[in-house]
Structures are given as structure tokens and as C-alpha cells.
T-cell receptor
Framework: GAGVSQSPSNKVTEKGKDVELRCDPI?????LYWYRQSLGQGLEFLIYFQGNSAPDKSGLPSDRFSAERTGGSVSTLTIQRTQQEDSAVYLC?????????????FGAGSRLTVL | KQEVTQIPAALSVPEGENLVLNCSFTDSAIYNLQWFRQDPGKGLTSLLLIQSSQREQTSGRLNASLDKSSGRSTLYIAASQPGDSATYLCARGGGSSNTGKLIFGQGTTLQVKP
């Protein structure tokens, strides 16, 4: 597509439920990144994919968080047994390659609210 | 710790004024420095990317500089307009390898008054 698409744009869930957030990167972009933006914390790196593999998942805050990417395209970020501190905007970005020379294009984000 | 700091946190200026946003980072061994703009409720828009071998980049009324030795970058906005009102984020290429992984500052929220 023309840009990075994320869904849902807003998600309200109850504590303890699982949620899935989807990212559809720009067609042809091999690298895909997940970030989290929460009040007072700024933007935090979670994980990035080069193709379908994740060379760096160091930012995932706990084992309740996981992500996968299939077909070198769409990625899903899954949060199990959600907690209130998981409330944030989850941003996805993609770039042509994973080298630092490439500009990242961000999606509009998925706002997660855990009650 | 690879920290990125932005000063000031917020800035309000009258339309037409030239302004400078500051970004500092603790590790001079960076691969690149990027400036982004974020409008309320929206994602990030890339403004300028400066590679470690470069000293500045320009796009229209925007000019970004990079001084690795002092660990500083500045974003200069000329002849500011109300439409420039947004949060501006700087981010350095982070990690031990040259990847697109970024470490962000907290941002400077700019308001340009008509």
C-alpha cells in the first residue's frame, strides 16, 4: 500500500484479556519495527524484523509480549493477559532495508486502553 | 545507557520567528540522527535524516545539524508558521549494529501563534 497501515486504531480491553495488533507495511519494505509510546515514557523500541526473522527483540517488556511476521509482510503484535500498564499507543514502522541509512515510515498507531 | 535528551520540552513562539530545537545524545558512536514530526493522535513523519558522516541536512525551511563530537543536533525552523505546530522528536540510530532501530528523545512540543 501507499503507507503503513495499522489496525485496530483503537482498542479497549479488560485486564487479563489477550489482544492482537496488526501492521501492514509499505509494499516491498523488508524491515519492520514495533515501538510503544506511553505517557511519560516517550517512544520505546520493542522489536524489529528483517524479512520474517527478528534479529532484535530486546525491547519486549515481558514474555506476555510476542510478535510474528509472515510472508515478509504483515506483522502481528500479541499481548497476552493484558495489564493496565500495557495501555499505550503501539506504533509500527517499515523501511526498505534495516540499515541505518534508511528512513522509517510510521503508521498512525494502535491506541490500546486496558481497563 | 544510550540516552537522547531534548530541550526545551515545550516552546511557544509568534508566527514568523526563527527557532532552534535542541537534541543531545550520550554516545558519539552513532550511525545517524533523525528528526520527526508528530501531530496529535497521528504517527510520526520523518523530516530529516543525517548520516554520521554528514554535518547537516536541509529541506525547505528546515535545517538539521549534527555535531558528533559534542553529542548534539539542532533543528532550525525558519519563518515559523502556525502549521508547524506539532511535537518534534529526534532519534539516534541505536544498538550495536547499523540497523534502523531508533532511540528517541522525549520531544519538544512547539506552538506557533498566528
Amino acid at each position: 500500500g501507499a503507507g503503513v497501515s495499522q489496525s485496530p486504531s483503537n482498542k479497549v480491553t479488560e485486564k487479563g484479556k489477550d489482544v492482537e495488533l496488526r501492521c501492514d507495511p509499505i509494499s516491498g519494505h523488508t524491515a519492520l519495527y514495533w515501538y510503544r509510546q506511553s505517557l511519560g515514557q516517550g517512544l520505546e523500541f520493542l522489536i524489529y524484523f528483517q524479512g520474517n526473522s527478528a534479529p532484535d527483540k530486546s525491547g519486549l517488556p515481558s514474555d506476555r509480549f510476542s510478535a510474528e511476521r509472515t510472508g515478509g509482510s504483515v506483522s502481528t503484535l500479541t499481548i497476552q493477559r493484558t495489564q493496565q500498564e500495557d495501555s499505550a499507543v503501539y506504533l509500527c514502522a517499515s523501511s526498505l532495508y534495516s540499515s541505518g541509512a534508511n528512513v522509517l515510515t510510521f503508521g498512525a498507531g494502535s491506541r490500546l486502553t486496558v481497563l | 545507557k544510550q540516552e537522547v535528551t531534548q530541550i526545551p520540552a515545550a516552546l511557544s513562539v509568534p508566527e514568523g520567528e526563527n527557532l532552534v530545537l535542541n537534541c543531545s545524545f550520550t554516545d558519539s558512536a552513532i550511525y545517524n540522527l533523525q528528526w520527526f514530526r508528530q501531530d496529535p493522535g497521528k504517527g510520526l513523519t520523518s523530516l530529516l535524516l543525517i548520516q554520521s558522516s554528514q554535518r547537516e541536512q536541509t529541506s525547505g525551511r528546515l535545517n538539521a545539524s549534527l555535531d558528533k563530537s559534542s553529542g548534539r543536533s539542532t533543528l532550525y525552523i525558519a519563518a515559523s508558521q502556525p502549521g508547524d505546530s506539532a511535537t518534534y522528536l529526534c532519534a539516534r540510530g541505536g544498538g550495536s549494529s547499523n540497523t534502523g532501530k531508533l532511540i528517541f528523545g522525549q520531544g519538544t512540543t512547539l506552538q506557533v501563534k498566528p
